[in-house]
């Protein structure tokens, strides 16, 4: 099955510093979403990106399809914006299977 | 709309009982499905189901049972609780399979003893 790499593991930055966290994927794939998993648990809808690019505030992301890649941007970064982002992808014909990456865990300081 | 709603929020049972995660969603998705979420792990999907009437097995299905009666609700049952199946377990839903952006409800702590 497709394999799902994000990296790097852990991230920690001071508030305003900016930062990019990256997701490999193993195969092509026709669903592509970020999400943040807060602190409290939630799981929260950043991006829903196969492919291009969005943004959204501080946050914004690209897809490289082509090359089985997508790259989450936070920029000018805030302490709410701690905890972990998953990245998750369904493969063609796997129906709506996300597979879930090990996830990115940032600790933003004050 | 609410969204994806699950309840209860925490629940400990212990070893042979059993019990039902409830999941409901009102935006009338036809594709629900349900995660465990373990400590340094990501997702893993247990069961799913593209319509009423229709469900299948996802990665870690044993211990697990699932049915849809409704386009609206979608119970997981364990059986017999086992101490492996402590985690967070989180149900999602979507318009409909392969291009639609999943939403997911809060989740459900769970503890066995």
């Known amino acids: 099955g497709i394999q799902v790499e994000q990296s790097p593991p852990d991230l920690i930055l001071q508030e305003g510093a900016n930062s990019t966290l990256r997701c490999n994927f193993s195969?092509?794939?026709?669903?592509l979403q970020w999400f943040h998993q807060n602190p409290w648990g939630q799981l929260i809808n950043l991006f829903y990106i196969p492919s291009g690019t969005k943004q959204n505030g501080r946050l914004s992301a690209t897809t490289v399809a082509t090359e089985r890649y997508s790259l989450l941007y936070i920029s000018s970064s805030q302490t709410t914006d701690s905890g972990v982002y998953f990245c998750a992808v369904v493969g063609y014909n796997q129906g709506g299977k996300l597979i879930f990456g090990q996830g990115t865990e940032l600790s933003v300081k004050p | 709309n609410a969204g994806v709603t699950q309840t209860p929020k925490f629940q400990v049972l212990k070893t042979g009982q059993s019990m039902t995660l409830q999941c409901a969603q009102d935006m009338n998705h036809e594709y629900m499905s349900w995660y465990r979420q373990d400590p340094g792990m990501g997702l893993r999907l247990i069961h799913y189901?593209?319509?009423?009437?229709?469900?299948d097995q996802g990665e870690v299905p044993n211990g697990y049972n699932v049915s849809r009666s409704t386009t609206e609700d979608f119970p997981l049952r364990l059986l017999s609780a086992a101490p492996s199946q402590t985690s967070v377990y989180f149900c999602?839903?979507?318009?409909?399979?392969?291009?639609?952006?999943?939403?997911f409800g809060p989740g459900t702590r769970l503890t066995v003893t």
């Open positions: 999602a839903s979507s318009y409909g399979t392969g291009t639609y952006e999943q939403y």
């Open positions: 195969d092509s794939v026709n669903n």
């Open positions: 189901s593209v319509g009423a009437g229709i469900t």
